[in-house]
T-cell receptor, first 112, second 111 residues
Framework: DTEVTQTPKHLVMGMTNKKSLKCEQH?????MYWYKQKAKKPPELMFV???????INESVPSRFSPECPNSSLLNLHLHALQPEDSALYLC???????????FGPGTRLTVL | SQKIEQNSEALNIQEGKTATLTCNYT??????LQWYRQDPGRGPVFLLL?????KEKRKERLKVTFDTTLKQSLFHITASQPADSATYLC??????????FGTGTRLLVSP
């Protein structure tokens, strides 16, 4: 299985809501990533988990809270988001012996 | 400041021609450089990786060159097809676990 799955595909939420994005991979990869991508822009790194520990936080606002419950799962908890947080949120994973990242299809988030 | 720039927002070419995409970077010393393809509303898909000590890499109709003196990579698609139409992103490894993406080039191949 060489796939990274993300749920939901689309999410619409209000600024007072709490929601979560989920990412899953079964390739045995121990590095997992969250990226944010605005329209016509490249993906921007948000967080990196390595062996279930947070190794990189790119100064992301605390309204985004990542979690890595186990080596296959990555969550992104969302709370009190702003309309400018609307974007495509991409999850990726990478194996220890390879350099390429495998991306999921993304969650299209709209904050009203 | 650090920058990764790719040529023009969009590149239009005729089917069968060679598409050449450019990736220029400043203030980085990457150990390797990667190229990804991204279709609308989808995640990027890895295509090729080239290391700092490699000049050229090929895979089927794809060829990548890497000039660390010029701080530039060129990405070629030969015998281009309409199915090659997509956005192509270069990406630099800038630190442990960290990949930074270029601005992207949208390629449109017309029949």
């Amino acid at each position: 299985d060489t796939e990274v799955t993300q749920t939901p595909k689309h999410l619409v939420m209000g600024m007072t809501n709490k929601k979560s994005l989920k990412c899953e991979q079964h390739m045995g990869h121990r590095a997992m990533y969250w990226y944010k991508q605005k329209a016509k822009k490249p993906p921007e790194l948000m967080f990196v988990y390595s062996y279930e520990k947070l190794s990189i936080n790119e100064s992301v606002p605390s309204r985004f809270s990542p979690e890595c419950p186990n080596s296959s799962l990555l969550n992104l908890h969302l709370h009190a988001l702003q309309p400018e947080d609307s974007a495509l949120y991409l999850c990726a994973s990478r194996g220890d012996r390879v350099n390429e990242q495998f991306f999921g299809p993304g969650t299209r988030l709209t904050v009203l | 400041s650090q920058k990764i720039e790719q040529n023009s927002e969009a590149l239009n070419i005729q089917e069968g021609k060679t598409a050449t995409l450019t990736c220029n970077y400043t203030n980085y010393s990457p150990a390797y450089l990667q190229w990804y393809r991204q279709d609308p509303g989808r995640g990027p898909v890895f295509l090729l990786l080239i290391r700092e000590n490699e000049k050229e890499k090929r895979k089927e109709r794809l060829k990548v060159t890497f000039d660390t003196t010029l701080k530039q990579s060129l990405f070629h698609i030969t015998a281009s097809q309409p199915a090659d139409s997509a956005t192509y992103l270069c990406a630099l490894r800038t630190g442990f676990q960290k990949l930074v993406f270029g601005t992207g080039t949208r390629l449109l191949v017309s029949p």
